[in-house]
């Protein structure tokens, strides 16, 4: 099965960036689109931005034109470019991908991005 590495989370002050990067291993022919969710504790996973094989990307309401999302279909890898960070973008950042069944995705494990005040 699909398998997802993240990476690239940390620690940033407010106003910094930050770079995850995403790894699909395994069958990954099947993978039609790739994507990014927040989640913080006691609430749900909220999507950051998603992109499709094709390149069209789309983005969560936290994004605000900040955020830039993009995919290298050869390697399987999904980067998250994320600018301006405040301390509401905290939170554990995980990588998903959702297969071309339109029944079946997978989540990594998650990456922690934490902005200080």
């Known amino acids: 099965q699909v398998q997802l590495l993240e990476s690239g989370g940390g620690l940033v002050h407010d106003g910094g960036s930050l770079a995850l990067s995403c790894a699909a291993t395994?069958?990954?022919?099947?993978?039609?689109?790739m994507g990014w969710y927040r989640q913080t504790p006691g609430k749900q996973r909220d999507l950051v931005a998603r992109?499709?094989?094709?390149?069209?990307?789309i983005y969560g309401d936290s994004d605000k034109g900040r955020f830039t999302i993009f995919k290298d279909n050869v390697q399987n890898k999904v980067w998250l470019q994320l600018r301006l960070l405040t301390p509401e973008d905290s939170g554990k950042y995980y990588c998903?991908?959702?297969?071309?069944?339109?029944?079946?995705?997978?989540w990594g494990q998650g990456t922690q991005v934490t902005v200080s005040s």
């Open positions: 992109i499709t094989n094709s390149g069209h990307a």
């Open positions: 395994g069958p990954t022919a099947g993978i039609n689109i």
């Open positions: 998903n991908a959702e297969m071309i069944d339109g029944l079946t995705d997978h």
